[in-house]
């Protein structure tokens, strides 16, 4: 068994195993996949109730992963943001002296959720310009309907 | 309409996110269909190589007992029970209920096939290389309940 506290590394791996496979195509190919086939609790959490519906989502997984952050909604505006003050995953892996971690490794976060929220309405932007510091910072916001 | 802010810090909670289980089991199923059997076992092959290279180490280093101290840690984390018996030259591994496979079942995701070579897959790789071998003795895909044997080598290691 692969421990669930091993995951992230196992993660990581595979990102490079794919790569060797098949390029950056085939992790994109792969993350593509994993959007759609298993995010579905957020799409269906996005659809019913919008960025509330996020809220409920990142409420359970940062928690169980421990994170550090500050997440903020605001119905009104129509807005959710979180500020990941430690990623529990990237920081894991820059704790792991003897792995080397996927280069790319945060970008499935943009490509994920992008993938998952979009389509249902919502505009998401993640800013990983301190990703190597575990630091990272998303918002998603419900676009305005056209008139 | 709602404002509301949750600010947590790391040790207000338990690194314990059991839906990992799923996500991995998600990813066999991937690359399996996508790249076929092999490319599953080669892909434990390379994490079992990588993440537990210290893990490893420790196995030539200290003996079986770095195994031994490895499974019971991980198990205990996930809260499952996990019975091992050393002696000098061989251990022995009961799971009951694996963590893993009883979250998948719970949340009712298919198990992907080739589900158990997370244990004899990277337990063979974890033993390569040293004066060790890894036996998955029995195993049901049900519950996950595993028996895993670590031996001596009566041969040079591989």
Known sequence: ??????????????????????????????????????????????????????????????????ADFTMELDEEAGELTITIHHCPSKGRLLELKHLKAYGSYCRHCDILYRRVLEPLGLEYRIDLSRADQARCRVTVKAKPVKA | MTKKVMRRRAADNVYLHKDFHGA??????????????????????????????????????????????????????????????????????????CPAVTHIRKMDWPLAPLFQETSRTIHEAICRGTPYKAELIDYDPKTGRSVQRFLRRSERPI
Request: charged letters at 30%; proline letters at 3%; glycine letters at 6%.
């Open chain 1, 1 to 66: 068994m692969i421990s669930c506290t091993e995951f992230i590394p196992a993660y990581s791996e595979l990102f490079k195993f794919l790569e060797k496979k098949g390029g950056a195509r085939a992790v994109l190919d792969f993350w593509n996949f994993f959007a759609d086939a298993y995010l579905t609790t957020l799409k269906n959490l996005a659809a019913e109730r919008g960025v509330r519906g996020c809220w409920k989502y990142w409420s359970k997984t940062l928690n169980e992963e421990a």
């Open chain 2, 24 to 97: 991995l089991n998600q990813a066999l199923l991937y690359l399996h269909k996508k790249y076929g059997e092999r490319a599953v076992r080669d892909y434990l092959r390379q994490f079992a190589r990588n993440y537990h290279a210290p893990l490893r180490q420790a196995l030539v280093e200290k003996g079986l007992v770095a195994l031994k101290d490895y499974f019971e840690r991980i198990y205990g984390l996930e809260g499952a029970e996990c019975r091992t018996e050393l002696s000098p030259d061989e251990l022995t591994v009961t799971v009951p209920r």
